[in-house]
């Protein structure tokens, strides 16, 4: 653990929190203990941390970890890294858009990984993660299928109750079905804006997102699946007969899309967002299938 609170590290290294990159630096022990222990990690796991601000995680996922490898946008932070880190030799931090990095490739194929000859147990990832691009991160984290264990993520409340809702709420949409299609969400706990310094204008909550070896529905094509998806809940105020037509990508008619839905026994005046995860993999296979 870093033995300096987040204030005094900001004064000490001279650091403004840069607002457009998400920079809420979390400064409660028992939060950041309670994330690192909900991700069950043991020695010999890969951990993937995204975003490690000032390394008061960092340290505590690299006392448990076999390796950390933590990728960090801000070059200003690294000499504070560099500082923080000092006494791990098995953490690698990264200064990388996370957004512009192939995981798999930079991370896990990296000569830093296959020099040193690590053969992880397991991948897990674990990220506070900047509020401006949580859900284009977590869905190419998802979209990667690293054979990653899980992911734990501190979001804004909002977007993890979208990521573990269910059918027929307001929240639930395309995060929800993709979160879904990919892992078992579980909410953890609520974090106050109090816990972090500068303190975000929004609640804060845990997850952890168990990621499924195989998907739990069977899906013949996941373009046409996640089309289905978009299209379903693109027109959210349609029907979702007209939401599907008006998509304009299933090469079929309107008559064929309405038979279709009728052999599903789904109501063509029902809205997308009364569709589980198991009617949207079947309807995806049908609008493929049945020419
Ligand atoms: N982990 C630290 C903590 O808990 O105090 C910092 C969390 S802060 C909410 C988000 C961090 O993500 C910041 O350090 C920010 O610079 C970094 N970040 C923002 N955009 C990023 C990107 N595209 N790739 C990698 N890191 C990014």
Redesign the pocket.
Known sequence: MMDMD?KTLLKKFNIRP?KS???????DNNT?KAIVDSAGIGNRDIVI??????????SELAARAGRVVA????KY?MPVLRENLKAFSNVTVLN?????MDIGKDIMESEELTYSGFKPDKIRIV???????TTP?VMKLLEQELSVECMVF?VQTEVSDRMAAEPGGKEYGALSVAVQFYSRPHKLFNVSPQC?IPQPAVESSVIRLDIYKTPPVQVLDRKVFFKTVKAAFGQRRKTLINALYNAGCFSKSKVEIREILRSMGIDENQRGETLSLEQFARLSNLLLNNH
Do not use: C, H, R, S
């Open positions: 987040t840069i990159l998400g920079q809420n630096f979390l400064n950041l941390e995204i975003g490690p601000g000032l390394g008061g995680m960092t990728v960090e946008i801000d932070l990388k858009d996370i957004m512009k990220a506070n993660l900047p509020y401006y691009i991160v501190m972090f």
